[in-house]
Antibody, heavy 124, light 107 residues
């Protein structure tokens, strides 16, 4: 079955860096786009970044552009999120989610499988 | 960027009630919208894609409608397991954006 397992969260000081990982299994990792979505404590969901199925394109939320980098290692079936210059407002649970494509009145992307999340706390 | 305005932010309802949640996009997004359900401490779960198509395993009491800038999620007869927070998500253009969420709790 499809499984996504995030790791790498923890407590980090403002201005420092952290790298999150998302280990994928149960599907052809190289055939799917994968997203990062975060949720600050007690708040709603915020889309963070995506890497396309073929790795050709990456997009970011304005709030993280220039500070975060999404990447993947096909040989390890693992997605990464390199987070630099961290701020208090980056404190959140970070989820990775697989992008599936569904068809009906066009083609539509769905975040159809999610990991359990990893908590990042930015605090001095 | 496309802004998604979801309303209400919260509602109280009883088992068996009909519940409607609305999402408005700041510009037309065709039907490039999905709905997700999240329970406390859990990852979100996909419910609906293309604004109105139910995903596999989702009960038929859930339905979606809309196109362009206005969308609705309806739960025809609220069940105990439906008490959760619901989010819309547009995938028409990057950056993707979620609505602020609607928390459905027990009256």
């Amino acid at each position: 079955q499809v499984q996504l397992v995030e790791s790498g969260g923890g407590v980090v000081q403002p201005g420092k860096s952290l790298r999150l990982s998302c280990a994928a299994s149960g599907f052809a990792f190289s055939s799917y786009g994968i997203h990062w979505v975060r949720q600050a404590p007690g708040k709603g969901l915020e889309w963070v970044a995506v890497i396309w199925f073929d790795g050709s394109n990456k997009y970011y939320a304005d709030s993280v552009k220039g500070r975060f980098t999404i990447s993947r290692d096909i040989s390890k079936n693992t997605l990464y999120l390199q987070m630099n210059s961290l701020r208090a407002e980056d404190t959140a649970v970070y989820y990775c989610a697989r992008e599936g494509w569904y068809y009906g009145s066009g083609s539509h992307a769905v975040l159809d499988n999610w990991g359990q999340g990893t908590l990042v706390t930015v605090s001095s | 960027d496309i802004q998604m305005t979801q309303s209400p932010s919260s509602l109280s309802a009883s088992v068996g009630d009909r519940v409607t949640i609305t999402c408005r996009a700041s510009q037309g997004i065709r039907n490039d919208l999905g709905w997700y359900q999240q329970k406390p401490g859990k990852a979100p779960k996909r419910l609906i894609y293309a604004a109105s198509s139910l995903l596999s395993g989702v009960p038929s009491r859930f339905s979606g409608s809309g196109s362009g800038t206005e969308f609705t999620l309806t739960i025809s007869s609220l069940q105990p397991e439906d008490f959760a927070t619901y989010y819309c998500l547009q995938h028409n253009s990057y950056p993707w954006t979620f609505g602020q969420g609607t928390k459905v709790d027990i009256k």
